[in-house]
Structures are given as C-alpha cells and as structure tokens.
C-alpha cells in the first residue's frame, strides 16, 4: 500500500520533471545557484564566525567582546 | 575596544546586507502578489468551468514560476550574514531570532515545495478542487514564511518578549506571543504583505498593456488587468491604512525614525506634515504622530536633549543620560562576570540589579557621540515621500483602470498603456522605498536601543566584506538578468494556444 503511494507520487513528479519546457531551464538555473550559494558562499567565504568554539566559549567570547567594545567615557 | 573596530569595515557589511536585501526584496513581492491574482483567476476557473480563466491563470502561474525559481532561497544569504559578518548580534538575540526563521524555513519548505509541485505538475492530474487548493497552499505558504521573517524584523524594531540573561549573554525568549503578536509585527505584515498584492497588480496590469499594445490577447489583458485592478485597488487600500497605522507605531517606538523621515529637527505641538519643500499640511504630523491634531512631536534635536514628555507622561532622558546608564549596563554585565568568577552571590545579584535597571539603555553605551544617534536624514526623508507619492499614485491607478474596465474602455487608450507599463519599475522603486525608511531610519540599531551596529558586528578582515560584497553584486546582477530574460522570453510567447 505505502510502496504504491510511493511509486505514485514518484511518478507524479517524473512526469511532471519530464513534460517541463520552461521549467528546466530554470531547474538548472536554481540548481547551479544553489550549488554557488552552499558549495562555495557558504564554505569558502562565509564560515560561521563563532564555529569551532563550544557554547560556554561564545559566550565568554562574545561577554568579552560586548564589555570591551563599550564606548569610553562619556561627559 | 570601539577604536580596533574598522568603521569603513562596519560600513561594508552593512551595504552588503543592504544590498542582498534589496535583490532578495525583488522576487519576494511578485511572488506574493501574483499568488493571489492567479488563485483568484484559477478560482473564477473552477466556479466557472470556464477553459478562458484557466488558459489566463496557467500564463500567469509560468510567470510566478520563473519568478520563484530564481528567488527561491536568495533569503538565505541574508542568514550566512548573521553568522559571519554580524555574530555579536547572532548570539545576542539568541533562540528569539532562530525560532522564527526556524519556523519559516521548515514551513516555507514543506507547504511552498509541495503545493508548487501539485500546481505545475497537477493540471491533468489530481481534480479541479485539490489543484485549486494547493495553488491558493502555495501563497498562503510564502505568505506564512512572511509573517515569520517579518516578526523577526519587527522585533528588531520593537524588542518584546525577552529577558537578558547575564551568564548566556543572550536576550531569551519569555513570551513567545508577544513576540509572534507584538502590534509593530501585525502592521508590518499586513502593510508588507499588502503592498506586494499592489506590486502584484501592477505587474499584471503592465504585462497585459504590453499585450493590448501589440494588439494581441485582447481578452486575456482585460480580464487579467480588471482582476489585477481589484486586488491593488482592495490592497492599495489597505496599504494606506495600515501605512498610518505604522507611522503612528513609530512615532511612539522609534521617534528618532519618525523624525528623521520628516527631517524635523525642533518639534513642537500642532506640527504640520511636509509635502515636499514649502508645501506642508498643517497639524496634519502631529495627528499622524500622536492621533491629536494638537499633539507634540519631537524632533531630532529634541530627542538628543530630553526633556519633553513621553506619551506614558515621564519625562525623555537626554541621549547623553541614556548613554551613561548604557554604558553602567555594560560595566554591570562585567562585574557580573567577574564575581560569578570570584564565587561571590552578592556582587552578582547587585550587578545583576543594576543590568536590569539599565538594561532598556543598554546599546547607548556603545555609543561615542550622541550625534550617531540621528540616521541618514536625506534618504529617510526622501525614501518617505517616494514610498508614499507612489502609493497614493498606484490608488488613482487601479481605481482609473476599474472605471475604464467598467466602461469597456480598457484596451482603447495606448497612452494608458505606456503609463501602465512605465509603473511596473515603479511598484518595486516604491517597494524598495519603503524598506529604506524601515532600515535606514533605524540606524545605528540592529536592535532598537539594545545594540547598535558596531557592537553587533564581528570582527573581520575589510577586504574580505569587500570581495564578498562584489561576489554578491555579480551574482545577484546575474540573476536579476536571467530571470527578466526568461520573464520576457515567456510573455513575448504569450497565454498557450486557446484548445
């Protein structure tokens, strides 16, 4: 029962991928941007800034940097 | 400290997001514009059995599709922004910025992902009905992911439903309705969402003079350019009030805002509303401000010194007041710290005393010099007058179109037409205006009066914002020229031939 809804809903989306006029141009198009965005945006030029540091690291990195960036005085 | 912070490197990342904002603004609004449209021709299809409004949503459904599938997922690099260019701030807000954008992303994947399969795939497929309703899925699904990203913004804007907690050094969620429902999210996604039908309508409006200007599809254009008409009429309308309603919001949370979209500089009572230059409506600021004819607004240096009274009848603190208990905030954040090291309870509970006592004035204490309070006056003052020139603009629009539609003189006038299509670039220059004096109005926050932006930003390299912010430039200009040559490839083709 489950595997005909399944071979159903595969087909649905088959037939549907292969009756695309239009619509593989821009299957391309969202693949390849996508492919820009997390293959090579994402890794090479925006890392998470606080990666790598555990939960209590963040926190006495970021306290740190919040304390110390505080304007120096004020009359 | 403040000084090792790269001003110029502040000022890279904030263009970057700007710009990628901006770009990702373009798709967003037609999107959610002509969900509704196609879903209102298709539902005239199903009650109907008409073949006619079936053949018109399908055209307009491709039109959606390109749009889509070259926006779909540019928001995301908004978020690879929080994480590296903005990671003071990313931690600051804690799970009260992730919950929402955790739920729009979850809800934009499952309901936009299969609901946009049924509608493309399931013409012939499923029944009338079901396609029926997995279109209208579909546009309540980007409009879900809306409200969601606007709540987001909105508490930004108008922080509620929070508490600092000293040791996470995290504001953390302690009413998740407040936040969802805060009064500034409502107007804000009703007035976004609103404004994006408009944009919408314009759009097909345009498209379907394009048409009746090459002689062609004569009825396809007028029967799209009067459903078009009724939803940016209906919307336009909306727009406008809710548009006050949000002046209004403003004025009470972010007065600094209003202010410096009117570049009023010393307020008073009874103050009248600038048209442009000389041209001003008298009272009519200070009934937009306060819903009092003879109501107090005050101005950009009356904000700086205090000293008038709020509409809760304390008195306004003096900005260089607020940045003194900002800056005893964060000297209490640090004490804190130090005694919890030190294992001592009671400087802890007394510096965790003077955190919240402090904590509304927070951001103030990164502040160096009060005149960094006032935002780029210019821009706001003129991205104001753009947004709402062009408002009132597209209202005599859409209304123009429905008395010659009911006239059955739509396809006659060819200067209609141009002007039709010349509002198209319009409807997003007003779009986009409308972001501007949302975003640039609330400098230098990136959350209102908790963290301005140089202390949310992270510390890096300027050459590296700066190479981002060219890759950005290229990539999105690159998309941006796909999807209007695909856009225009697909209208140029025109409806599919009637059966």
């Not at chain 2, 306060?290 to 004819?293: A, P, R, S």
């Not at chain 2, 992270?458 to 390299?461: A, G, I, K, N, V």
């Given at each position: 029962m489950i595997k005909t809804q399944i071979l159903r809903i595969w087909k649905f989306y088959w037939d549907g991928f292969r009756s695309m006029t239009i619509g593989r141009t821009l299957w391309a198009l969202i693949l390849i941007k996508l492919f820009i965005m997390f293959a090579i945006l994402k890794l090479?030029?925006?890392?998470?800034?606080?990666?790598?540091?555990?939960s209590e690291e963040k926190q006495e990195y970021v306290g740190h940097e919040l304390i110390n960036r505080s304007a120096k005085s004020i009359n | 400290m403040l000084e090792s912070i790269d001003t110029s490197m502040i000022d890279w990342s904030r263009a970057q997001f700007a710009l990628t904002a901006m770009y990702h603004w373009l798709f967003v609004p037609l999107t959610l514009g002509l969900a509704v449209i196609m879903g209102l021709m298709e539902t005239l299809y199903v009650i109907s059995g008409n073949e006619y409004w079936k053949r018109t949503a399908k055209f307009w459904m491709k039109l959606f599709g390109i749009n889509f599938a070259v926006g779909?997922?540019?928001?995301?690099i908004l978020e690879f922004q929080f994480g590296t260019n903005w990671s003071n701030y990313s931690w600051f807000v804690g799970d009260i910025f992730g919950a929402p954008l955790a739920i729009e992303g979850i809800v934009a994947f499952f309901m936009e992902a299969t609901f946009v399969a049924v509608m493309f795939f399931g013409w012939n497929k499923v029944s009338k009905k079901f396609h029926l309703a997995s279109t209208w899925l579909t546009g309540l699904g980007a409009t879900f992911s809306a409200w969601w990203i606007l709540v987001a913004n909105s508490w930004m804007q108008y922080p509620v439903g929070m508490a600092f907690n000293p040791d996470t050094v995290r504001n953390e969620m302690v009413d998740f309705w407040a936040v969802a429902f805060s009064p500034v999210a409502v107007t804000k996604f009703f007035h976004t969402v609103l404004s994006s039908w408009m944009l919408g309508a314009v759009f097909v409006i345009g498209v379907s003079a394009w048409f009746l200007l090459r002689k062609r599809e004569k009825e396809f254009a007028v029967g799209s350019m009067k459903i078009a008409a009724m939803v940016g009429l209906f919307a336009s309308l909306v727009t406008a009030f809710t548009g006050d309603k949000s002046a209004y919001q403003v004025a009470q949370c972010q007065p600094m805002k209003l202010a410096a979209m009117e570049a009023l500089y010393d307020g008073g009572t009874n103050e009248a509303l600038t048209?442009?230059?000389?041209i001003k409506i008298p009272k009519m600021l200070s009934y937009l401000a306060?819903?009092?004819?003879e109501g107090y607004v005050p101005g950009i240096n009356n904000i700086l010194l205090g000293g008038y009274i709020l509409p809760d009848g304390t008195e306004a603190l003096p900005a260089l007041e607020k940045m003194k208990n900002g800056k005893k905030a964060i000297a209490a954040l640090a004490d804190y710290r130090e005694a919890k090291q030190a294992g001592n309870q009671a400087e802890m509970n007394a510096a965790r005393e003077t955190i919240e006592e402090n904590m509304p004035y927070?951001?103030?204490?990164?502040?160096?010099?009060?005149?960094?309070?006032?935002?780029?006056v210019w821009l706001s003052f003129w991205a104001f007058r753009v947004m709402v020139g062009l408002g009132m603009y597209f209202i005599v629009f859409f209304a123009l179109i429905l008395f010659l539609a009911r006239k059955r003189?739509?396809?006659?006038?060819n200067w209609l037409h141009y002007i039709a299509l010349i509002s198209i670039p319009l409807a997003y220059l007003a779009s986009q205006a409308g972001w501007i004096v949302a975003e640039v109005g609330r400098q230098p926050w990136t959350i209102q009066d908790l963290l301005p932006v140089n202390a949310a930003i992270?510390?890096?390299?300027t050459g590296s914002v700066v190479t981002t912010f060219f890759i950005f430039l290229i990539l999105f200009t690159v998309l941006l020229i796909a999807e209007i040559g695909i856009m225009l490839k697909a209208i140029q083709k025109g409806p599919e031939e009637k059966a």
């Open positions: 090479f030029f925006f890392p998470d800034f606080l990666s790598g540091k555990t | 779909v997922a540019t928001g995301l048209v442009v230059g000389d306060t819903h009092d004819f927070f951001g103030y204490g990164y502040i160096d010099d009060p005149n960094s309070l006032v935002p780029n003189k739509l396809s006659e006038f992270s510390r890096l390299e």
